[in-house]
Nanobody
Framework: QVHLVESGGGSVQSGGSLRLSCAAPEYAYRYCVAWFRQSPGKERDGVAAIATDGRPRYADFVKGRFTISLEAKTLYLQMLNLKPEDTAMYYC??????????????????WGQGTQVTVSS
């Protein structure tokens, strides 16, 4: 079992920024890893993923605003210019062997418990 621990969520106003972190053991990064988000009653959507060679992939709705990075066994999501529609529980996910499906929830085996992001207008 891989233990993923997210942190960094919180409440900000529209236009604000947050940086999410996900700590995991090194072997969790043998394949691609990603951030997902989910609002009540909605599907869990892929936000950003990063391959083992560092290639990032972003959902269209965050391009230019969010940046995914992997540093010293910690996965980050830098979020700028946050909007109310970014409000959701954000999850870290690991162990995706096929980068083609990097923004699909079913591609991942391990998940964190989530960290809440709330953006007010």
């Amino acid at each position: 079992q891989v233990h993923l621990v997210e942190s960094g969520g919180g409440s900000v106003q529209s236009g604000g920024s947050l940086r999410l972190s996900c700590a995991a053991p090194e072997y969790a990064y043998r394949y691609c890893v990603a951030w997902f988000r989910q609002s009540p009653g909605k599907e869990r959507d892929g936000v950003a993923a990063i391959a083992t060679d560092g290639r990032p992939r972003y959902a269209d709705f965050v391009k230019g605003r969010f940046t995914i990075s992997l540093e010293a066994k910690t996965l980050y999501l830098q979020m700028l210019n946050l909007k109310p529609e970014d409000t959701a529980m954000y999850y870290c996910a690991a162990d995706c062997p096929n980068y083609q499906g990097a923004l699909l929830a079913q591609s991942y085996y391990y998940w964190g418990q989530g960290t809440q992001v709330t953006v007010s207008s």
